[in-house]
């Protein structure tokens, strides 16, 4: 009896195991074929200062639509892409697409307009990452600065030793680095210190605990203040309410994104949203007319 259901689950369970293999390489196959097929775009996220309402930047964020598949969260196949070193012609796509992006708002109002660009840790360990990236700023006459490297927390910490000076050699080239997701890994406070960054993004998950989980407050403001110690720029990131951008500002933290102020935007869309909101979002009718409510 009790052999018998032994080997009815075990049977169950290479089936399951068969179904989400031949899954994750359907996806596989689907994704080796999204650059050719046009599959991949990206959004933008508009990013603003949270004291004086100006519009500073955007991130850019990767989507994948496939026809059979649909449309496939980034931490689906970003995952996928990097166990399978499709993550480089994939980041290489990205970083082109957002140079395109630069270049087209130079000689317009937005030419000072940042864009962030997430970077996976095989790529950013890649030899040529950061003189590649030099060289196809300057071939495309853009301002390094104007392109903003984000590493998560835990890419930068994985051999941080040896990151250290890829993170030197990038700030060196003059590029502006974000540490994402801070607060979900394992900082040690010793290595951010030795860390030349310019800017830290509270997780998202602190933001969600405001203004009612008393930790989650505590945790961003110590953030705040522990990035300020180090003359360090923090972005808070997923504001979705008012109260959380208010809370905010009164903790000292620079800029903000979030759904409250724009979702990510496909480009069409967030050149309206510029139009509409580009000078200043505290004075743009959308937040004006939110705050008359
Ligand atoms: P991330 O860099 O931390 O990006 C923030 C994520 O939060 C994005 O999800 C964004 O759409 C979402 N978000 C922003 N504001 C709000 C908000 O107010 N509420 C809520 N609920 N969500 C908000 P997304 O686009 O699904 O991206 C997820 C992750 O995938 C990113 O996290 C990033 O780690 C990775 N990713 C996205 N694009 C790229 C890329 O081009 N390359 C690499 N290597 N990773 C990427
Ligand atoms: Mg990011
Ligand atoms: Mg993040
Ligand atoms: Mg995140």
Request: hydrophobic content about 40%.
């Amino acid at each position: 009896e009790a052999k018998a259901t032994g080997k009815n689950t075990f049977s169950v369970y290479k089936e399951e195991m068969g179904k989400h293999l031949s899954a994750r390489l359907q996806m596989e196959k689907h994704l080796r074929n999204a650059i050719n097929q046009d599959e991949l775009y990206l959004v933008y996220q508009p990013k603003i200062n949270l004291f004086s309402g100006q519009v500073i930047g955007v991130e850019a964020l990767l989507r994948w639509r496939n026809p059979k598949l649909g449309l496939v969260p980034p931490n689906v196949f970003i995952r996928i892409a990097e166990e399978s070193r499709m993550i480089i012609p994939i980041s290489e796509w990205v970083i082109e697409n957002t140079i395109r992006q630069l270049q087209a708002w130079q000689g317009t109002e937005y030419q000072n307009l940042s864009i962030a660009v997430n970077i996976s840790s095989n790529q950013f360990s890649h030899e040529d990452f950061i003189h590649d990236l030099a060289r196809q700023l300057d071939g495309a006459n853009l301002p390094r600065r104007l392109l903003e490297v984000e590493l998560t927390e835990s890419t930068v910490m994985t051999n941080a030793d040896e990151n250290i000076k890829r993170l030197q050699l990038l700030r060196h080239k003059g590029f502006d680095l974000a540490v994402d997701d801070f607060g979900t890994g394992y900082s040690s406070l010793s290595y951010l210190k030795r860390f030349p960054l310019t800017i830290l993004k509270i997780d998202k998950s602190f933001i969600d605990g405001v203004p009612n989980d008393d930790e989650d407050m505590s945790i961003s403001q110590a953030i705040v203040q522990l990035a300020h110690s180090l003359d360090i720029k923090v972005v808070a990131e997923g504001i979705e309410t008012h109260a959380q951008l208010e809370f905010l500002q009164e903790l000292g933290c620079e800029f903000g994104q979030g759904y409250f102020i724009s979702r990510p935007l496909e480009i069409a869309d967030l050149n309206k949203w510029l139009q509409q909101h580009g000078k200043n979002f505290y004075q743009s009718e959308t937040y004006l007319d939110y705050l008359a409510d």
